[in-house]
């Protein structure tokens, strides 16, 4: 039977000013150790908080430098980045766009957004990213190069783009997709809002299509309360995505607009806090990899349970470290692992439902095979906040041990 408790901690969710009750071991919370208090009080005794001010422009620089991108546009969120990416990648109303299938739902409710539809894409079962030979499989098969437009086959309309999505900090083997995406001349946008920082091939995350989004919401790598960005190195795009989300002024003194625009702005407050963060972001990654080596450690003995893959082309920054069950060999599984961990104050959770299952996409195109499914049903991410201790770690670690035959 399950607990008040259990139910309440498994859907329970820590975002920064929410207190962690005593005792419990969250998922994922952000740590604020930095010079948050003094750059927000800058903000507050400046009276600049609102979104325009100093700290916007210096953590779009920032961060832009960071991912080594020329441009970085601040948004209010990593779903309004997504949104806005669309469409400065001219991605239309009626186009499809292919995206991953095992995801947080964001990116394909962005396609929504533009009014265009989701082509589901499996994800691959050694990473779990989506999966590009199925990418490739889907452009060259089932779709009609015709007049520079690819088309899908099925439905006659116009592919806009590919949104593939880094998950778990771990990057997308992306080169087979940037190529086959430069031949059918569609742009590329990441979604890498779970790998700010992660590298591929010695390559940025971020850095490696046309245009990628970055989230910094509370249970993210860094984070400004809610926020995201889009970072490109192409200069149209750049002035497209700033003049879309500051509603596609044309005279700002004269209020005259030329489009629908939106109020997708990044508050100076909430920059402050992002300048903070990113101060420590190197330390932050270290973290997340050192709790990545342990569990790796103390996990891998564990009969049933299969601890996270991790390419060899791939540096990943591992944001949620993620591990399989095996039922048969575990003696429970991934739910009841979970049910059985709430109930001793660590709090884990499953992967997301596959878009393919889930009640809003479930009548959407795919090109998939059953391998998110099967991921949705194994997975559970463990505790992985930037700050959690040795001592936390060492609590789920033996939960799991004495949980697990
Ligand atoms: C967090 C996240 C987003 C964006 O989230 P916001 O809460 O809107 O900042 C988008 N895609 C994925 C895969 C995410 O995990």
Known sequence: ??????????????????????????????????????????????????????????????????VGVKHGIAMSSGTAALHIALLAAGVRPDDEVLVSNLTFIAPVNAISYAGASPILIDAEPNYWQ?????VYDFLTNKCVWKDSVLRNSA??????????????GHPVDIDPLLE????????????????????????????????????????????????????????????????????????????IHGEVGYNYRLTNVQAALGCAQLEN?????????????????DLRSVSGIQTMPHAEWAESVVWLYTILIEPHECGIDSRQLMHGLAAKGIQARPLWQPLTKSPIYSAAQSHSDGVAEILNQKALS????????????????????????
Not at 225 to 251: F, H, P
Request: hydrophobic content about 40%.
């Open 155 to 168: 439905t006659g309309r116009r592919i806009g783009a590919i949104l593939p999505v880094h998950i778990l």
């Open 1 to 66: 039977m399950r607990t008040m408790r259990d139910t309440g901690l498994a859907s329970m969710s820590f975002e920064p000013g929410a207190s962690v009750p005593q005792g419990v071991i969250p998922l994922c919370v952000p740590k604020i150790v930095g010079n948050e208090w003094q750059y927000v009080k800058e903000c507050l005794d400046t009276s600049w908080v609102s979104s325009v001010g100093p700290f916007v422009d210096r953590f779009e620089e920032t961060l832009a430098d960071y």
């Open 130 to 134: 989506m999966d590009v030979n199925r």
């Open 281 to 297: 972001i190197e330390d932050f990654i270290a973290n997340k990899r050192a709790i990545a080596k342990r569990y790796e450690r």
């Open 382 to 405: 463990l505790p992985s906040s930037v700050g959690l201790t040795e001592t936390e770690q060492t609590s789920v670690i033996e939960a799991i041990h004495s949980l697990c035959n």
């Open 180 to 255: 086959i995406a430069e031949r059918y001349q569609l742009p590329v946008i990441e979604d890498a809002t779970e790998s700010l920082g992660a590298l591929y091939r010695q390559r940025k995350v971020g850095h490696l299509g046309a245009i990628a989004c970055f989230s910094f919401n509370g249970n993210k790598l860094i984070t400004t309360g809610g926020g995201g960005m889009v970072v490109t190195d192409n200069d149209e795009m750049a002035a497209r995505a700033k003049y879309l989300s500051t509603q596609a002024k044309d005279d700002p003194v004269e209020y």
